[in-house]
């Protein structure tokens, strides 16, 4: 009985001999131990169930008796039934997914199909046409004008390596028409452009070379001024444009004469004249204004015209504009454009000849007061030289001050040089 007592921890287990069914008892003269696998591993369940003639059964059996498992695990195994193993699906066998099934695609996608050109091309390095050309020349001017003289050269080699007939001269002309008078702002750079290809442009057909080509553009447009000037809105905006456009090719486009220097076109001269007696016999808002920016343009160069042929037709004009400040219905602001404009031309338009520069008073230079600095008062009023008071005192006060100033730097200089008395110094302010 006191064999079998023992109390002391894990007393008695040596007696016990292993229940494992995978282990034997080992003798004492043996020197290796001996496994006894009664039967074959379970597989796992989403592994396919074992078939005698796989020839991998028996490397996977292998594999997985060299995988130590847990007593529970294995006890688990043997308590499950063989046919509850072969009912279990595998998703290798049950799965739909063919390796052979067409791409998938969203039903958003659409697929990218290659540009092929008519004559066959891939379509990636198409040739310019000549409006995209012109377009894209003139969008860079307009962004860039004071790149003008140095890339004007370089685009008239294009143009005549591209302008060869006639039709190709008469859609350039279109276009740079269409462009001059549609973009805003652009009608000095277009009237620049168009008298350099006038010049420098070599094809020159029998209909007439580009300078002639575009006055004929610009004579059917002047054919239908008296339609235009009463037409709607966008139709007046559109004339306004060409009257303009066409200001500024006066001033810009230049005739060569073989007897003397160039001259402006003379058809021309005429056609401004024409024009500004149309704007004026509709005096809406519109037409009046641009009849005043046509004028400030161009006026000073068409009165000196005009005088040299002993015409009074700028003294008319003004006389029109007068009569329409009193009778016309227009708006305040258009009327003020109108009173300024026939004080700008009372004014020689502005202009101050330089022999009598030395002369120039208040009453007979308008830019007298030009750089003459601008003051304000205590409410912040912006005033100058040409406002009477208050400028006069602030004048006087500043040179007392510089007077003071100076003084006081002289007086400062003289103590650190020499002694000299308060009389000299005296002296000195009288002479500053």
């Not at 500024?248 to 005739?255: I, T």
């Not at 042929?309 to 454009?337: F, H, P, Y």
Request: glycine share 4%.
């Amino acid at each position: 009985m006191t064999e079998n007592f023992d109390r002391a921890p894990g007393a008695g287990r040596a007696h016990i001999k292993p229940r494992s069914p995978g282990l034997a008892d080992v003798g004492d003269g043996d020197a290796t131990s001996v496994f006894n696998q009664r039967e074959p591993l379970r597989q796992p369940r989403t592994s396919p169930p074992l078939t005698e003639n796989n020839p991998n059964n028996s490397e996977a059996i292998g594999e997985e008796s060299r995988i130590p498992s847990k007593p529970h695990q294995f006890i688990h195994s043997h308590s499950t039934p063989a046919s509850k193993v072969k009912s279990v699906d595998s998703p290798v066998n049950t799965s739909i997914l063919s390796a052979n099934a067409p791409e998938f695609y969203p039903a958003s996608f659409s697929p990218y199909e290659e540009s092929v050109s008519e004559d066959g091309s891939d379509g990636y390095y198409t040739e310019m046409t000549l409006a995209e050309l012109v377009e894209e020349f003139l969008s860079y001017l307009n962004s860039s004008p004071g790149s003008f003289e140095t890339d004007i050269e370089h685009m008239v080699n294009m143009l005549n390596s591209w302008v060869t007939t006639e039709e190709t001269l008469q859609e350039l002309v279109e276009l740079i028409y269409t462009q001059s008078t549609a973009i805003p702002n652009f009608a000095y750079t277009g009237a620049r452009l168009c008298n350099f290809l006038s010049h420098n442009l070599v094809l020159s057909p029998a209909s007439g070379n580009f300078r002639q080509l575009l006055l004929k553009r610009c004579r059917t447009e002047y054919e239908q001024r008296d339609v235009a000037v009463r037409g709607d809105q966008e139709t007046q905006k559109k004339f306004q444009a060409y009257v303009l456009f066409l200001g500024e090719l006066y001033l810009r486009l230049e005739v060569k004469s073989a007897k003397g220097p160039p001259s402006r076109a003379e058809i021309l001269l005429i056609a401004l004249r024409e024009l500004m007696n149309a704007l004026f016999s509709n005096p809406v808002d519109g037409n009046l204004i641009c009849a005043v920016k046509l004028l400030k343009l161009t006026g000073s160069v068409l009165e000196d015209v005009w005088k040299e042929k002993g015409k009074s037709d700028m003294d008319q004009l003004v006389q029109r504009i007068e009569n329409i400040v009193l009778d016309a219905q227009c708006s305040r602001d258009v009327k003020q454009m109108l009173l300024r404009l026939v004080e700008l031309r009372s004014s020689n338009w502005g202009r101050v000849h330089a022999a009598a520069a030395s002369d120039a008073t208040p009453d007979n230079d308008p830019n007298y007061f030009m750089n003459e600095p601008t003051f304000y008062t205590a409410d912040g009023t912006p005033f100058t030289a040409a406002d009477p008071g208050e400028y006069i005192d602030i004048i006087h006060q500043g040179k007392t001050l510089q007077k003071l100033c100076i003084l006081f730097q002289w007086t400062r200089l003289v103590s650190h040089v020499s002694h000299c008395d308060t009389e000299s110094v005296k002296y000195m302010y009288l002479w500053i």
